[in-house]
């Protein structure tokens, strides 16, 4: 089991993905071979310190090496096996979060952004960052997570709002994964994430 949820936009990546992904990786780290068994080879020279270093920014480009599906092991995008009902029925599963866990990405964001933008934080800068990240995570109703987020904040109230930053990527990420509520839209992630259904 990995962490977040299987219908995150984040959550998984096709074979043709990934390979795309890797080729890129392996020229940051000048293996510019094209065949996939000398650029496995050239990279497996790289020191852990080197990789990581390449590697450090990978959520924010949307570049993170997820788990891939299209093989034996996965072999077809999560979000599709749970909507059709083809997984393992029958297997109990324990699933959980922890408060704030959208923080992480939300400070590589915020990073990618602006060296600044967690310091120069306003209420409008807060709604735009949301709407942005929703935008990019093919939710149409980017606007109004934004307004449901930052309601009622004001631009003096800086850790309030880095906190709606946190808590509107770490409920997207990691919370929506409810049995009978997969595919949802804002109104329904809405009443999951207030707890008012």
Do not use: W
């Amino acid at each position: 089991m990995q962490s977040g949820s299987p219908n995150s936009f984040l959550g998984s990546n096709s074979k043709e993905a990934t390979i795309t992904k890797t080729h890129h990786f392996a020229k940051q780290m000048n293996c510019n071979q094209t065949d996939m068994t000398d650029i496995l080879a050239c990279l497996r020279k790289k020191s852990i310190d080197d990789i990581l270093n390449i590697s450090q920014h990978s959520t924010t480009s949307l570049e993170p090496f997820d788990p891939i599906y299209g093989d034996e092991v996965m072999p077809m995008k999560p979000s599709e096996a749970l909507k059709g009902g083809h997984f393992n029925q029958n297997v109990e599963l324990l699933f959980g979060l922890v408060k704030d866990e959208g923080s992480i990405f939300v400070g590589e964001i915020l990073s990618a952004i602006s060296h600044d933008a967690h310091e120069n934080i306003t209420l409008s800068k807060a709604k735009s960052y949301i709407s942005l990240m929703f935008t990019v995570l093919h939710e149409t109703n980017a606007s109004k997570v934004a307004d449901f987020y930052t309601a009622g904040l004001k631009d003096t109230e800086t850790d309030k709002l880095l906190v709606a930053l946190s808590n509107s990527f770490g409920d997207y990420q990691v919370l929506i994964l409810r049995e009978k509520h997969l595919f949802l839209k804002f109104e329904t992630f809405k009443q999951i994430i207030c707890d008012c259904s």
